[in-house]
């Protein structure tokens, strides 16, 4: 059993499995800053319950009060369901589903339709990073903007983006300490400790992890380590943060199954069998550093500004499936690599907001200037020159060795993007019951990228975009909200990987109408029906000279109903449940018109319930819940399709206390009747479909002090 001896909050303490920290009160002279609550609370919301956002109008609001859908999952969710990914917190949202992960070595969510990995749709504090996985243990808690969002945060997809917000030091003294065990093997250990540094405002928290579990399937480990820093003053109007993440990590680089196009099923080997060998394996360090200022200048009008440095260097092997022949079995197989790869973010945002009577109404005001900066660097691209035969049902592994090929044309993959811009909104109160929110943004970007040894450039542009965003509340009671948006998107078009050159960039639009309400003891409710149109989407053509081109002339709509909702229905029990209808398909491509895009579900539901037994056995609590995917298509050419599924999850929690020490020990069961489901493919053939994970039961014990 894995020894107890360190851990974070009330649940398990993992690399990808945050958990609640202790909570203390609010100090009276602190500022709040935008995405960051500075008085260290642990979370805007209730148990379930969320009743504001930091996302949505530029600062925490109450959600009644955007005049858009916002999800959030709560730390309490996090905790009951033991989330250790993203994927597995937002499996809780409506129209969100996984696509291309990169052999699981990248967070890659789509949203509304639209995404894919390394979109910048995924930011910590509402700043991109160039993390691979943000989900860990300084999370706090997740929230998603649906629909575009540029307005706002700039270069994004129309889908919307993720917000992962972390942690805080707090100003009364608290340590968790906690240990997991899962019956695939191994664990993973941590601690979270936060407390004053004197008496006059100044306060600390680190927070640490590592984790070593064997890996599901039928060789591979996960090891990864993880420590983050903070420090913080809170002062009578200023506020300044300062935090620094270090990850060191060794993960499978696993590509999952195959789709047999001849027999028109998916393999039939054990689900646990892999295809490659032991050497596929991703490892690298993540470092993210990040400092917060706030300054009141009276009770209207605040200065905020955030500063973000993130860099991921990271090097990968596999012996990767080029073929497959269905009637033999028999699989194809070359030895690659990446080597010495860099990604690396500078992310600035400077925001100055106030609230203010202008014509005897109110105005919240925010004006600001934001800049971004993303350097990516392939350096090695290793090609074997092998290509090994090797029967998927009779594997025998070890005949393949890794290589050292480096190929000169495809290595040298560069891209950078920079950007600056400036933007302004106005939440406009025209009484107690109307709210009309108006903002826009101009941004300017400047895009390199190419590849090649001598240095080919494929893409070398410039140019500047303004995306206007209008949405109006109207709110017939305190507790119900109608709503409506229209907004704008873009992001330019890039892929270092292929020969695409100078392209204008990806534009996105959106119409929303919907309703959010408080229902019951505390159930937040949101409900909206929407249509977004993405253009110059690239697709690629055969020109007449028989040469293989690009243009950036597609066009890709969205339209769909989603439903959230989160909180308590009675005192004891707690619900957060979701529901998506999304109809997707490609309006203008030469190749690919009237198809679905890959990874899209046209329906995803979930619903999770948490009952408090301490009415009748003090300190116990339990629940479970369903998620479920509609199927999907596996390719552009829909030439195969990922099954619907429903998974099956439960837990067990009991909280009780031995001397002065809170503990409390959780049973999780995850895919309670051993589901065989598929979470995505590779997006562009049939060589790689991630499986989702089997039955799992995992045992935490958190103590509290």
Not at 308 to 333: E, K, L, M, P, W
Not at 477 to 488: C, G, I, R, V
């Amino acid at each position: 059993m894995l020894l107890l001896l360190t851990g974070i909050g009330p649940a398990a303490a993992q690399l990808g499995g945050p958990v609640t920290p202790p909570t203390d009160e609010p100090n009276p002279g602190a500022i709040t800053v935008p995405a960051v609550d500075v008085l260290g609370r642990a979370t805007p919301n209730e148990g379930y319950q969320p009743l504001r956002a930091t996302v949505g109008v530029g600062s925490e609001a109450r959600i009644l009060d955007i005049p858009q859908s916002i999800a959030v999952v709560p730390p309490a969710v996090i905790r009951d369901q033991a989330a250790f990914s993203l994927d597995e917190a937002l499996a809780n949202v409506s129209g969100i589903a996984q696509t291309n992960t990169l052999g699981q070595t990248q967070d890659a969510i789509i949203r509304r339709g639209f995404g894919d990995n390394r979109d910048g749709g995924i930011l910590v504090d509402g700043l991109r990073t160039a993390l691979p996985h943000v989900f860990n243990g300084a999370t706090d808690y997740v929230e998603v903007l649906k629909g575009p969002s540029s307005t706002l945060y700039g270069i994004l997809d129309p889908g919307g983006m993720v917000n992962v917000v972390t942690r805080r030091p707090q100003l009364n003294a608290a340590t968790a300490l906690t240990g997991r065990i899962s019956t695939f093997g191994g664990g993973a250990t941590g601690f979270d400790t936060t407390g004053p540094i004197g008496t006059n405002g100044f306060a600390y928290r680190i927070i640490g992890e590592y984790q070593n579990q064997d890996y599901w399937r039928n060789f591979g480990s996960v090891r990864q380590s993880f420590i983050a820093p903070m420090l913080a003053w809170y002062g009578q109007n200023t506020t300044v943060e300062t935090s620094y993440w270090h990850a060191d990590y060794d993960v499978p680089f696993d590509r999952g199954t195959i789709w047999d196009p001849v027999h028109r099923t998916f393999v039939n080997t054990d689900r646990r069998r892999r295809f490659d060998e032991p050497y596929n394996i991703s490892h690298g360090s993540s470092d993210y550093g990040t400092i917060r200022v706030g300054q009141r200048f009276d009770q209207s009008w605040r200065l905020d500004l955030r500063y973000a440095y993130s860099v991921n260097n990271y090097s990968d092997n596999q012996a990767r499936v080029t073929a497959f022949n269905g009637n033999t079995g028999i699989a194809t197989r070359r030895a690659d690599a990446t080597d010495d790869s860099t990604i690396f973010n500078h992310a600035f945002r400077a925001d100055v907001s106030g609230d203010v009577s202008i014509g005897g109404f109110r105005n919240e005001l925010l004006f600001g200037s934001s800049y971004d900066y993303v350097s990516t660097r392939r350096t090695d691209l290793i090609r074997g020159t092998v290509n090994q035969p090797f029967n998927i049902y009779n594997p025998v592994y070890g005949l393949l060795p890794t290589s050292r090929n480096v190929v000169a044309t495809d290595s040298d993959q560069t891209e950078r993007v920079d950007s600056w811009s400036l933007y302004a909104q106005d939440s406009l109160h025209l009484n107690d019951q109307w709210i009309v929110v108006a903002g826009l943004r101009y941004q300017r970007y400047d895009q390199v990228a190419g590849r090649g040894r001598p240095f080919v450039r494929n893409t070398d542009t410039e140019g500047d975009r303004v995306t206007p965003r209008v949405g109006i509340v109207y709110q017939p009671m305190p507790e119900l909200a109608f709503f409506a948006n229209y907004s704008q998107s873009f992001k330019p078009n890039s892929n270092i990987s292929t020969l695409i050159g100078s392209q204008p960039p990806e534009t996105g639009e959106s119409w929303e109408i919907g309703v959010k309400a408080e229902l019951f003891q505390g159930l937040t409710l949101t409900a909206a029906a929407f249509n977004i149109q993405k253009h110059n989407v690239i697709y690629r053509y055969q020109a007449t000279t028989g040469i293989t081109a690009t243009a950036a002339a597609g066009r890709v709509r969205s339209s769909g109903f989603e439903l959230d909702m989160a909180g308590r229905i009675t005192r004891d029990l707690s619900f957060i449940g979701s529901f998506a209808l999304t109809d997707v398909d490609v309006v203008q491509d030469v190749a690919y018109q009237g198809r679905r895009p890959a990874n899209v579900p046209r329906t995803t539901a979930s619903a999770f319930l948490s009952y408090d037994a301490g009415q009748i056995i003090e300190g116990l609590s339990f629940g479970g819940g369903v998620r479920h995917e509609g199927r999907r298509a596996g390719d552009p050419d829909n030439t195969f399709f990922l099954p619907s599924y429903v998974v099956a999850d439960a837990f067990a929690a009991y909280d009780f206390r031995i001397q002065n020490t809170n503990l409390r020990a959780q049973v999780n069961v995850k895919n309670i009747f051993d589901k065989t489901y598929y979470l995505s493919s590779i997006g562009t053939n049939n060589l790689g479909v991630n499986y989702g994970e089997p039955l799992q039961g995992i045992f935490s014990v958190t103590a509290r002090f």
